[in-house]
């Protein structure tokens, strides 16, 4: 269902290129056909050829955009995703690609499905609770995805974006006791690093609100 949700964007993408880039690119062609013709530069049989052909250029033209268009989404989302000289994680093309288009619960779903095929990968789990928690405004959707990469992952490159992305969360939320509890886990395990001080930082304003209120 998801793949034939994704052929009907491509249709609507072709469809829209098509409105806006066929007529005027029928309109030029016709207009420099009719100038050489004036001027004598080719015959009256070239120009009718040359009309005809006005169609399967135009065409191409829109294939050739359609084409472009689709693999700078993917690239802006892999640049997105990339971190310095730090691989990015496991590509999702078409969730980059809807992601790029700003069809934001599309790729949701997406993603959903692909983790209900794939419960093990924690990429994906991020990936959607950062979406949740940026496009969709669903703090507890994006909660309950970091929650289960902490308890499902395994791998120490987890833990900081886990961390970080509850913060998140529950300072939107509201939630200070979760808040200032991620926090000192975040100062506890990057101690001594400019993410580590910024959480000490935070956690100290927090405290002395409370202990002024």
Known sequence: MRMKAFETH?????????????????????????????????SPRTFVLLMVANIPITVGGVVVIFLGLRTTAVGVAHMATAAGNIPPPPSYPNQDVLIAQGKYVEAAEYFRDHIRI??????????????????????????????????????????????????????????????????????????????????ARELRELEAADGSG
Request: glycine letters at 8%; a neutral charge.
């Open 10 to 42: 491509d249709a609507t993408d072709i469809a829209r290129i098509s409105v806006f880039f066929g007529p005027p690119c029928l309109i030029i062609l016709s207009a420099a056909w009719f100038f050489l013709l004036a001027k004598g530069f080719i």
């Open 118 to 199: 794939s419960p093990e990968d924690m990429d994906a789990r991020l990936r959607l609770a950062d979406l949740l928690e940026r496009h969709l405004g669903d703090l507890a959707g994006a909660e309950q995805q970091f929650l289960a990469v902490r308890r499902l992952g395994n791998e120490a490159r987890l833990e900081v974006p886990v961390t970080n992305g509850l913060i998140d969360v529950y300072r939107k939320q509201g939630r200070r006791a979760l808040l200032k509890s991620e926090l000192a886990r975040l100062v506890e395990r990057q101690r001594g690093t400019p993410l580590g001080e910024g959480a």
